[in-house]
């Protein structure tokens, strides 16, 4: 007998309690019974004040004054840990919601977002399943993992969570109190600030664990689900494909040496051998098939040939010699595939279609998904090294003494020019000057793996002709040829995106950059989510993307290419984060194609990855919603909607410069959020600021800019400046809720930003602030207010009408995340105080804060 649904939601309340009662069972094991009923004291407090108590928020504060430092830090890592723990039941409650559905669809009836759904809505569209085979085996996912500063979870931490996943499922009460226990008392993060090879290790670990599991049977169910429907198998490969930017994302971070992009390169491939030859080593010792048993085709035959070990077992000999190439570095992704195909056709010749299916597809679909590089790497630097970088080759090669002097037409005319020709600039032996072309030239040269070069803050032709000059100058650039690699634009600010189309169509008429895009069979553009809503405010920021990407991919179909999108979201719906797969169906019609790419940041990783079936799940809704946009289809926004939307962007953000732009706004914002201390503490291996200045807003990098809102649960880059529509009559804005996806996923996206965001928490931290600067809070306060007031009547329904569960996890978590707060509101203080940033126990307590609150929140920037 199934559970029914509610069953579900019992045994996750059940798990909760449970881990709940473990954790303080090692509270009182390991800080004593005084400290566990200090901790509850908290709990309760918290839970009244939440329900009205004005007397239990006094009490609170009373209370969180009086602590000493280890009292405080011991109590963030009390609740902090309960975060981790109910993260993980959370986890397991969506896997058993996913199976349960996952086993009463029917073709008639598909659970939502499913490949069953996606085969259904492709029929329906009047596809034929030849045509279905070949348009989803055109789709390409490109997942590209960038670091992130809040996932500084040490390894081992995450080692005692997947242990606990693993002895809940056994059920084992002493193991999981033991678990449990182990968790409570083990440091939560480093002694020092992360390195970048830190993060390249923490971020791609989830690629050859779950991921690697996860990807044969993302192929697998969408094969499965067409034949449901059709009622033939389909041979599919993996659409999805990674990508890392970890090792590679100079932009800013002066720790990005080449020898650390080298390193980036040299371990990723070193894990995808490593995992291959256990592949392989399994197939040796499994396909033992006998030659007097079965027929041997004579490419499994000869492919054996020259392996003296396992006589009469042909099939372990052709795979022995595979791992043997494989091990000595000779042989390629493309001989690993055709060497699959031979022993798929030989297995399928004598009637063992099954054995192919159950043991050589999987492998195929990673060879696809991985390939002997894992992730290849991404390049990206800032335009202004870039051309700094081509101005001292330049200068030494007697082309031009000061390039950088010139007008951006006059520079891209000059660098045209100079493509004309092969020769290199700099003299045999001379060794750069500039720091910027030494790092440049040294990261081209460390760069084995070749994703893409992205090139932030592109403002002219000019940026992106700077990159092929360097190629040039190591060898990789040929007259009139392609690079070996696509070099992307990276549109980020509001006078950037506007300028996009021109700067693309300038670009295409280039002969250097079309021969280039032509080789490549299109044009990789990558726009910004984070720095345009930085720079323009939500409304304006979103509406922005979408019309640039509606123009680019016009100027793209005018020379007959198409435009391929990397979409650099982050986690927050304020860095364009929010549901992936609902933003994809939202984006402009005709403008999505069959490759597209998407940031997946570290923080969002543990949530999406952790275990197989959430990552199956997490793909499973990209390719529902991906597969379906790629057919060109979609809603067109009406001309008066459009008029509409973009005079209320326009007044959105007016408002939004506005608020940046009043007197003392800056002191305030330092004042009241930690955003200092995000830049003092080891938290990442980057910079908060991008050219290392302080004190200016707009050198402030996007993330922490986010993150520090979101800290004192303002998340006021989310949602500020939606007021703007309130000019717009109310029935207008109800018809484009219901009927335009992307002004539904715009508002939606706002709404999880209101429903996280607290005043009554974000005013504790007025007592950080000088009493003159308070209006600024009050202002933002009642802004806040109008803004729920607002999407509600448009909604015509609460906020999270539509995402219940959502709704439900707040509520849950608001009374564990608020003591943390409290808390971290005394740590600032005293942090802030005399002498306080020199106490390395104040500076890790209060690190242990900021990272308990994004822990609590799940999406902190």
């Known amino acids: 007998m199934k559970p029914a649904k509610e069953d579900t939601f019992d045994l996750l309340r059940a798990e909760v309690d449970l881990l709940g009662r473990l ?49 405080a830090e011991a109590l963030v890592r009390a609740f902090t840990h309960y975060f981790h723990l109910v993260n993980l039941a959370e986890e397991r409650h969506r896997v058993r919601v996913n199976r349960l559905r996952a086993q009463t669809e029917t073709p008639e009836s598909p659970r939502p977002e499913g490949f069953l759904a996606l085969a259904k809505a492709l029929k329906e569209r009047g596809l034929s399943l030849e045509e279905v085979e070949a348009h989803l085996n055109r789709l390409e996912l490109w997942l590209t993992f960038t670091a992130h500063p809040t996932e500084t979870r040490r390894r081992t931490l995450r080692h005692h969570l997947e242990k606990l996943q693993e002895e809940l499922e056994a059920q084992d009460r002493s193991r999981l109190a033991a678990r449990v226990a182990l968790l409570y008392a083990t440091e939560e993060v480093r002694k020092a600030r992360p390195t970048v090879e830190d993060e390249i290790k923490g971020g791609l670990y989830y690629l050859p664990t779950t991921l690697w599991q996860a990807v044969p049977r993302v192929v697998e169910g969408l094969e499965a689900a067409l034949e449901k429907v059709y009622g033939k198998r389909p041979r599919l490969k993996s659409p999805v494909r990674f990508r890392s930017w970890i090792g590679g994302d100079r932009d800013g971070n002066p720790f990005v040496t080449p020898e650390v992009t080298a390193f980036a390169a040299r371990y990723a491939r070193q894990v995808a051998r490593e995992r291959f030859l256990l592949e392989l080593e399994n197939l040796v010792r499994d396909l033992s098939l006998s030659e007097t048993k079965v027929p041997v085709p004579r490419g499994v035959r000869e492919g054996g040939e020259g392996t003296e070990c396992f006589p009469g077992e042909p099939y372990r000999r052709f795979f022995a010699r595979l791992y043997t190439r494989l091990e000595k570095g000779e042989a390629s992704t493309e001989e690993l595939l055709r060497a699959l195909r031979v022993a798929e056709e030989g297995l399928a010749s004598v009637g063992l279609e099954q054995v192919a299916a159950s043991f050589l597809r999987p492998l195929e679909a990673r060879l696809f998904a991985f390939g002997l590089e894992l992730a290849p790497l991404d390049l990206r630097e800032e335009s202004g090294k870039l051309l700094e970088a081509a101005a001292e080759l330049l200068r030494v090669g007697g082309v031009h003494p000061d390039f950088l002097s010139l007008p951006p037409e006059a520079q891209e005319a000059l660098l045209t020019e ?40 592109t403002h002219h032709p000019a940026d992106i002709l700077a990159v092929f000059l360097l190629a040039r100058e190591v060898g990789l650039y040929r007259v009139g040829a392609a690079l070996p690699f696509d070099v992307v634009p990276l549109f980020e600010t509001l006078e950037d995106l506007k300028r996009a189309p021109e700067v693309l169509g300038r670009l295409l008429a280039n002969p250097v950059f079309l021969a280039h895009a032509r080789g490549r069979g299109g044009v990789e553009i990558m726009i910004g989510y984070s720095d345009s809503n930085k720079d323009a405010g939500f409304l304006a920021a979103n509406l922005a993307l979408y019309e640039a990407q509606e123009a680019l991919a016009k100027v793209g179909q005018s020379f007959g290419l198409p435009v391929f999108f990397f979409h650099g979201r982050g986690t927050s719906t304020a860095r364009g984060g929010g549901p992936a797969g609902r933003a994809i169906a939202s984006l402009p019609p005709k403008s999505v194609g069959h490759r597209i790419r998407l940031t997946e940041q570290g923080e969002a990783l543990a949530d999406r990855y952790s275990h197989p079936e959430l990552a199956v799940r997490h793909l499973e809704q990209l390719l529902f919603h991906f597969a379906q946009a790629a057919l060109g289809e979609g809603v067109e926004p009406r001309p008066e909607w459009r008029e509409a939307l973009w005079q209320a962007g326009e007044e959105s953000m007016r408002r939004y410069r506005a608020l940046l732009a009043q007197e003392g706004f800056f002191p305030f914002f330092e004042a009241l959020t930690p955003i200092r201390e995000i830049g003092e503490l080891p938290i990442a291996s980057r910079p908060v600021y991008r050219h290392g200045r302080v004190r200016e807003i707009q050198d402030l990098r996007a993330i922490p800019w986010v993150m520090a809102w979101t800290q004192v649960r303002l998340l006021l880059p989310g949602w500020y400046g939606l007021t703007a529509l309130e000019a717009l009559p109310l029935d207008l804005l109800r018809r484009m809720y219901r009927e335009w996806p992307f002004f539904a996923t715009t508002l939606e996206n706002a709404a999880m930003a209101l429903a996280k965001a607290d005043i009554g928490v974000a005013e504790l931290y007025l007592r950080l602030v000088p009493e003159r600067l308070h209006p600024l809070f009050y202002g933002i306060a009642q802004e806040y207010q109008k803004t729920v007031a607002l999407l509600q009547d448009i909604f015509q329904a609460p906020l999270l009408h539509n ?52 822990a609590g929140l799940r999406n902190a920037g």
Do not use: C
Request: proline residues 4%; glycine residues 8%.
């Open 23 to 71: 954790l303080g069972e090692a509270i009182r094991a390991v800080s004593g019974e005084r400290f566990f009923a200090f901790v509850e004291e908290v709990r309760l407090l918290s839970k009244a004040r939440r329900q009205g108590d004005e007397g239990a928020r006094a009490t609170l504060l009373k209370r969180v004054e009086g602590l000493s430092l280890e009292e």
């Open 803 to 854: 995402q219940r569960t959502l709704e439900r996890q707040i509520a849950l978590r608001n009374p564990y995340v608020d003591p943390i707060n409290f808390v971290q509101v005394e740590l600032l203080r005293r942090y802030r105080a005399p002498g306080g940033r020199e106490d390395e126990a104040l500076k890790k307590a209060l690190l242990l804060s900021i990272l308990g609150v994004a």
């Open 418 to 457: 100079e493509l004309r020709s092969a020769r290199p600039l700099l003299p045999v032996g001379h060794e750069p000057q500039g720091e910027a072309l030494r790092v440049a030239l040294g990261a081209f040269r460390a760069w084995w793996d070749k994703g893409a070069h992205v090139v932030s803050m």
